[in-house]
Antibody, heavy 119, light 103 residues
Framework: QVQLVESGGGVVQPGRSLRLSCAAS????????MHWVRQAPGTGLGWVAV????????YYADSVRGRFTISRDNSKNTLYLQMNSLRTEDTAVYYC????????????WGQGALVTVSS | DIQMTQSPSTLSASVGDRVTITCRAS??????LAWYQQKPGKAPKLLIY???TLESGVPSRFSGSGSGTEFTLTISSLQPDDFATYYC?????FGPGTKVDIK
């Protein structure tokens, strides 16, 4: 079945870096745009970034542009989020999500990876 | 950026009730709106997309309607499994959520 599994979360100090991975299975990964969405503790959902199916096009939320980089390796069926210059306000559960209907409709989600930015 | 609002923010209801949640956008969205259900500690789940298309496997008691700037999610007969938080979303904008809890 369709599955997305995130890894790489943890506790990191402000200003440091962390890379999240999202392993996809059960579908043709290279045919779908993929997103990262985050949720700070006790709050709602916030879109972070998107990458096109071929990896050529990438877009970011204003709050992370210039600090975060989304990428993918279609040969490994894996999505990545490189997070640099982390801030306390980046503390959140990060979800990878599949764009199932070519228009920011997230039809499949991972279980989430908790990133805690704290000194 | 388009601003999304939802009402109510919290809704107390009983099993069997008909429940309606409203989502409003600051600009017209045509019909490009999705609804998600999220339970504590779990990832969101897609319920409806393109305002009224039911995602495969979602019970038919869920329905969506609307276009332009006002949309609704309706649960025709609330079931115990439906107590959760519901979010509307258009492109990179999510609504703040509506929590449906037990009356």
């Amino acid at each position: 079945q369709v599955q997305l599994v995130e890894s790489g979360g943890g506790v990191v100090q402000p200003g440091r870096s962390l890379r999240l991975s999202c392993a996809a299975s059960g579908f043709t990964f290279s045919s779908y745009s993929m997103h990262w969405v985050r949720q700070a503790p006790g709050t709602g959902l916030g879109w972070v970034a998107v990458i096109s199916d071929d990896g050529k096009n990438k877009y970011y939320a204003d709050s992370v542009r210039g600090r975060f980089t989304i990428s993918r390796d279609n040969s490994k069926n894996t999505l990545y989020l490189q997070m640099n210059s982390l801030r306390t306000e980046d503390t959140a559960v990060y979800y990878c999500a599949r764009d199932g209907y070519s228009g920011y409709v997230f039809d499949c989600w991972g279980q989430g990876a908790l990133v805690t930015v704290s000194s | 950026d388009i601003q999304m609002t939802q009402s109510p923010s919290t809704l107390s209801a009983s099993v069997g009730d008909r429940v309606t949640i409203t989502c409003r956008a600051s600009q017209s969205l045509s019909n490009w709106l999705a609804w998600y259900q999220q339970k504590p500690g779990k990832a969101p789940k897609l319920l409806i997309y393109r305002a009224s298309t039911l995602e495969s496997g979602v019970p038919s008691r869920f329905s969506g309607s609307g276009s332009g700037t006002e949309f609704t999610l309706t649960i025709s007969s609330l079931q115990p499994d439906d107590f959760a938080t519901y979010y509307c979303q258009q492109y990179n904008n999510f609504g703040p959520g509506t929590k449906v809890d037990i009356k």
